[in-house]
């Protein structure tokens, strides 16, 4: 086919391309097959096909059967050109090549999330009681005395705006807030986390430190240490005194990362292999099955936070809200997001609650 030329192609109903027009006296059955269209079973979608031949421009046919004269015949309708492509440029955004970084935040792992969808909500706690007895024949037993206490979700609103001049809009194909829409979403994330970090701090109650630094004797292999034993001791007075097992703790990488290669974590009793996690993860805990360790790099070193996660921390979720608009002040489009949440420590709003939901481990350095 001529450049410079419109050219035109047929769809026949079994899907087969032809060049050129079906007329009377011109194209089908004498010109060449350029393609076969096919419908896929599964789907229902056309698959692609390879063309034979380069078309400059395209209008189209459709063959219809039955009575109707090839003169009645739909409408062919010129598609694209030459011309009206020459200012067409193919823009692909790949995430990985703008250097969008990678999410890293692991916190509301160790959060029970509530729907809060007013901003404001109650959740009751009670205390649990021991009162029940052995008595005599005859012996009445004490009544049952609950304390109870509640928590106030008042969900806090995280808000960023994205700016698009006009000028970026008429001088680019891809709109350039396609690629900030994407930052407010890390940025959200970010900020999310480190809100989970400060409530994860007021869990307070600091039970004991442990005896042990989580790194290894400077003459390599120690008999000493045995941090995964001194943890699990921890743990297990913190059931007795609280009526509460620890379910999970959070440690920072470095601190996790020594803790792992603990000679009595890893080749002593507990034979377990080293795990390291540069960017953090959620894992179960080395040398004490049961327990999972939420690594987070927004965890301070030196200290490791155990907790009874179907009591002690909460995250009030609300509405997710977006608005655009147009700012007639900065000739610009602008979208606002508004992130309505919460992060709770139970413990640091209770006050008539007896037990304890976690507790902060501070790490000996020598």
């Given amino acids: 086919m001529n450049d410079g030329y419109h050219e035109a192609i047929t769809v026949m109903p079994n899907g087969q391309v032809y060049a050129g027009d079906h007329g009377e006296t011109v194209g089908y059955p004498d010109a060449p097959l350029i393609a076969s269209l096919k419908k896929e079973r599964k789907t229902g979608l056309h698959a692609k096909t390879m063309l034979s031949k380069n ?3 395209l209008s189209a046919s459709i063959v219809e059967t039955g009575a109707r004269s090839l003169s009645q015949l739909t409408a062919a309708t010129t ?25 890293y935040f692991f916190l509301d792992n160790l959060f029970i999330p509530r729907d809060v969808p007013q901003l404001q909500l109650r959740e009751t706690f009670y205390d649990t009681t021991a009162t029940a007895q052995y008595k005599g024949r005859l012996e009445e037993t004490n009544k049952t005395k609950t304390n109870y206490d509640e928590i106030k979700y008042l969900l806090l609103k995280l808000s960023d705006k994205v ?32 809100s989970a970090a400060a409530a994860l701090a007021t869990i307070g109650n600091t039970q004991s ?14 008999s000493t240490y045995h941090v995964a034993t001194e943890l699990n001791s921890l743990f ?8 509460v097992p620890i379910t999970d703790v959070a440690m920072n990488p470095t601190d996790f990362m020594n803790y792992a290669e603990n000679t009595w974590t890893v ?38 936070y155990a907790i009874n996660k179907p009591n002690a921390l909460r995250l009030g979720e609300g509405p997710k809200v977006m608005r655009r608009y147009y700012d007639e002040e900065r000739d610009a489009e602008a979208i606002k997001f508004l992130d309505f949440h919460q992060y ?18 501070p790490i000996p350095t020598t």
Avoid: C
């Fill in 55 to 57: 078309l400059t421009s």
């Fill in 267 to 304: 080749s002593g009793p507990a034979h377990i292999e080293p795990i390291r996690l540069a960017a953090g993860g959620v894992v179960p805990l080395p040398g004490i099955p049961g327990v999972t360790a939420t690594v987070d790099l927004a965890v301070p070193a030196g200290t490791i």
């Fill in 209 to 222: 430190s442990l005896d042990s630094p989580l790194t290894l004797a400077s003459g390599g292999f120690h």
């Fill in 344 to 361: 709770l420590a139970t413990g640091s709003q209770l006050s008539n609650i007896t037990r304890k939901f976690g507790m902060t481990i």
């Fill in 236 to 243: 297990l007075t913190f059931l007795k005194t609280n009526d």
């Fill in 163 to 194: 700016y698009t001049p006009i000028e970026d809009i008429m001088m680019t194909i891809i709109n350039p807030e396609t690629v900030d829409l994407e930052q407010i979403r890390f940025g959200f994330k970010w900020k999310r986390n480190q």
């Fill in 79 to 103: 598609i694209a050109n030459q011309t009206n492509l020459a200012h067409l440029e193919l823009v692909r955004l790949y995430p990985e090549l703008q250097g969008k970084p990678m999410e």
